[in-house]
């Protein structure tokens, strides 16, 4: 390949917007959605309307984008990859629901969160609920090699977050155990999403691999920049319960800057071990001042870097660049925190 022609290659991959990309599938996500929103009659009708309530709330969509592009990307989007949308897209509502219980945050979506509504014993049951009946659609797939990926993306969400459960108030928590648990609670289904999208696809094994390793690297910079966000971002802006990280005494990446920066570490470490909004709130003005949330960001886009670097064997078309588009957008809300 000539120079120019890498370039030229290069710019189309990376010339479509994020809009655009969502363009490009809209209506398979609107099939997604509609799907969705349809599990809640699979029920009993006396589970039916707690269903239809988390499910209803609509969200990013990004497990299912992701999907569907990876598809595109390397063939032609089929029935199967809507149903792969479908069923990720349902863990991780699942997944949402155990978060807040474990949070407990009372916004999700601009809405009461389901435990707020309800409260934890129900809350608790519908994600077990929601679990199972994803994984069982999960099984309507002819190659059980699916399911069985499927199965181990939504064990490794949960193990993730039992491990960030079991590390809280954990002053020994280092950078390697935040990455690892984060590659886990949140990279996984991202993964996931991007390496069946080529899968069902029957791409070759080197641009599933490369597909997964995206997929991986993308939702470790999204937690990232969620992580971020906890701290930085506004409830009015995000429509859901910001703060409850410091609160819960999960350590993430800015905190465990600011840890290693060696700076007041005796005060830092007593703030983090108050269960005290005053102590978070202290401890938010330290992060600021600190410089590490700028750190954060570097890092962030570092992993961006690493996600973009491993589509370059996908062949060049317009859901290829919508994959591009994805960490560039990532990119552009990093900037604007």
């Known amino acids: 390949m000539t120079a120019e022609n890498s ?38 009708p006396a589970v039916e309307g707690y269903i239809s ?39 991780h509502i699942a997944t949402l629901v155990h978060d807040d219980i474990i949070d407990g945050a009372e916004l999700r979506r601009d809405q009461p969160s389901a435990n707020a509504k309800w409260g934890n014993s129900i809350s608790v049951l519908l994600g077990d609920v929601l679990f199972a009946h994803a994984l069982k659609l999960s099984t309507n797939f002819s190659n059980s090699d699916i399911s069985r990926r499927i199965a181990d993306a939504a064990a ?15 002053l020994k928590l280092t950078t ?11 990279a996984a289904l991202f993964s996931a999403a ?13 641009i599933i691999s490369g597909l997964k390793a995206y997929g991986t690297k993308l939702g470790v910079a999204y937690q990232i920049y969620d992580d971020i966000l906890d701290i930085a971002g506004s409830e009015e802006e995000t429509g859901k319960t910001l703060g409850t990280d410091l609160q819960k005494g999960k350590f993430t990446l800015p905190i465990l800057l600011l840890l290693q920066s060696g700076k007041d570490l005796g005060s830092i470490r007593d703030l983090l071990l108050k269960d005290d909004p005053a102590a978070i709130s202290e401890l938010a003005s330290m992060v600021d ?4 949330l700028e750190n954060s960001k570097r890092i962030a886009r570092t992993k961006i870097s690493e996600a973009v670097e491993h589509l370059g064997a996908i062949q060049e078309n317009r859901y290829a660049g919508g994959l591009h588009a994805i960490p560039n957008h990532l990119s552009h809300l990093l900037d604007q925190l």
Not at 9 to 37: C, K, M, Q, W
Not at 63 to 87: M, N, Y
Not at 194 to 206: D, H, K, Q, V, W
């Open 7 to 44: 370039h030229n290659r290069s710019a189309t991959n990376e010339g479509i917007s994020f809009a655009e990309a969502f363009d490009l599938i809209n209506p398979h996500l609107y099939t997604v959605e509609e799907r969705i929103r349809a599990q809640a009659k699979a029920f009993d």
């Open 53 to 91: 309530y988390i499910c209803g709330a609509g969200g990013k969509r990004l497990r299912p984008a992701l999907a569907l592009l990876a598809a595109g990307a390397t063939g032609k989007i089929t029935p199967a990859h809507v149903d792969l949308a479908v069923i990720l897209e349902l863990i």
């Open 156 to 170: 490794e969400v949960c193990s993730g977050e039992i491990i960030q459960t079991q590390r809280r108030f954990d």
């Open 194 to 206: 991007c390496e069946l999208g080529a899968f069902i696809s029957e791409a070759s094994p080197t």
């Open 176 to 186: 390697t155990d935040y990455y690892r648990i984060i590659e886990m609670k949140t």
């Open 289 to 292: 001042r600190s410089g590490v």
